[in-house]
């Protein structure tokens, strides 16, 4: 397989196991080139692919801006709070102007669910989705499972646990897709408070207790808690989060194996995760970053391909 | 579709390859600044072979090599019907100042060797670049690209397609499609 079953990347539920893996193996090659002494390869040179981020990001919209300019396309940055958004534009009439502007690719952040899903069914572009409100962020949830397998080789069998506000983010709903359709085992662990109801039912177990979940885990993700989507408070306070459900050092020392621990960033240091657990040797928080660029590098490669000249 | 012809049966191939290591060793005295770069796929065969040979029958066996992906240089991205394949690019050695031998089985358009150049810098500035082939079709180049060391030359027409077989019958084929 050398091309991908979809045309745009909306969320990983549309994703075969074999676009994943896909995915990974151009990736290792995009790995290669983001390390070498010149790192630009000049593929998309005639490309011209449009960031529009209608919410805050740092990581992501760097990480993508980066993999454009890596494979030489033209970049057209847009943020919405520096917008005519905020002058009453509509998505549709600011991505058609956009369009207008000879755009071949738009790589899309927005809070609310279903955006890139719903530009998709009315510009004929493909779309990569950076992010949809509280529902999936495809590209973290493959660089996650990428540095995994790094990591250990693969990530078949591998036991990951998610921790933390599995009910609002969108790097959890999209880890979860990710790892099971890579025959992983998942668990999520955090307050009941932050738990979807019928969580269960996309194949993970709900564990409690963050010592139980550690003990048993390879690899833990630590998520951030996502207090700009929380409408209500969920826990008393930050302390007694960190209390139950923060790692640190001392409940890192007393497992009695090695683990593995994620983040996908930004980092709340001191609530979810400590300082000297996120800066340990056992942390592979910047690995996931440096392959978050060729992660991205793969899919803007991989979907640029369906466009044919 | 015909019967394929032959072109270099193994023993011809053998001493094709030979004669091919000889003319290297004339150009590159002792292979000190040099560095063999086989192109993905096929070329990287042919690399492994001339390698082999050096070894086997005239003692070299402090030779540099590598291999070289060019997927990403080439320009008929988003133009096929069937989507290119990545291979991967193996090159441990610095190539600022050093005399690179390209080695691809078959010399056809040329635009894999102008994408092989432009990939190649991306590695640093050689000295020198040559390129050697096993096979040049000469009628069909669409750049202005010659090879420095020529296996063999033949003359066929656009629709016949030369095979480079290697392992336990090593050959050279022509097949009409």
Known sequence: ?309 | MSKPKSILDHQQLQITIHRLCRQLIENHDCFKQTVLIGLQPRGVDLCQKIKQTFETSFNINSLEVGSLDITFYRDDFRRRENPLTVNSTDLNVSLEDKNVILIDDVLFTGRSVRAALDALYDYGRPNSVELLVLIDRRLSRHLPIQPNYVGHTIDVVADERVYVEWGDNERVILKSS
Request: aromatic share 6%.
């Open chain 1, 1 to 309: 397989m050398s091309e991908l079953s979809v045309r745009n990347l909306l969320g990983i539920k549309h994703l075969q196991n074999e676009d994943i893996h896909l995915i990974f193996k151009i990736a290792d090659n995009f790995k290669e080139v983001i390390n070498r002494p010149i790192r630009k390869v000049p593929s998309l040179r005639d490309m011209t692919v449009a960031n529009l981020f209608f919410e805050n990001s740092t990581r992501t919209k760097l990480s993508f801006e980066l993999a454009e300019k890596r494979l030489s396309a033209d970049i057209l940055n847009f943020s919405a709070s520096s917008s005519s958004v905020k002058k009453g534009e509509t998505l549709i009439d600011t991505v058609n102007n956009i369009l207008a502007m000879k755009v071949d690719m738009l790589v899309i952040r927005h809070p609310n669910v279903g955006a890139a899903s719903f530009l998709s069914k009315h510009i004929n572009i493909p779309i990569i989705n950076a992010g949809d409100g509280a529902h999936e962020h495809p590209t973290q949830a493959l660089l996650d499972a990428y540095s995994i397998r790094e990591k250990f080789g693969e990530v078949e069998g591998k036991k990951v646990v998610i921790v933390g506000d599995i009910l609002h983010s969108r790097v959890a709903l999209s880890n979860i897709f990710c790892l099971k359709k890579l025959n992983a085992e998942v668990k999520v662990c955090g307050p009941t408070t932050l738990m979807p109801k019928y969580i269960e039912s996309l194949g993970v177990t709900y564990e409690p207790n963050l010592m139980k979940a550690l003990e048993w885990c390879d690899v833990a993700n630590m998520l951030r808690i996502q207090l700009e989507r929380q409408d209500i408070n969920y826990f008393p306070s930050n302390k007694e989060y960190s209390t139950l459900y923060g790692l640190n050092k001392e409940r890192l020392d007393t497992l009695s194996k090695h683990i593995t621990v994620m983040h996908p960033g930004p980092i709340n240091r001191g609530v979810e995760i400590t300082s000297d657990v996120a800066d340990s040797k056992q942390s592979i928080i910047l690995e996931q970053v440096e392959n978050g660029v060729a992660i991205r590098m793969a899919v803007l490669y991989l979907l640029a391909n369906s466009i044919k000249k």
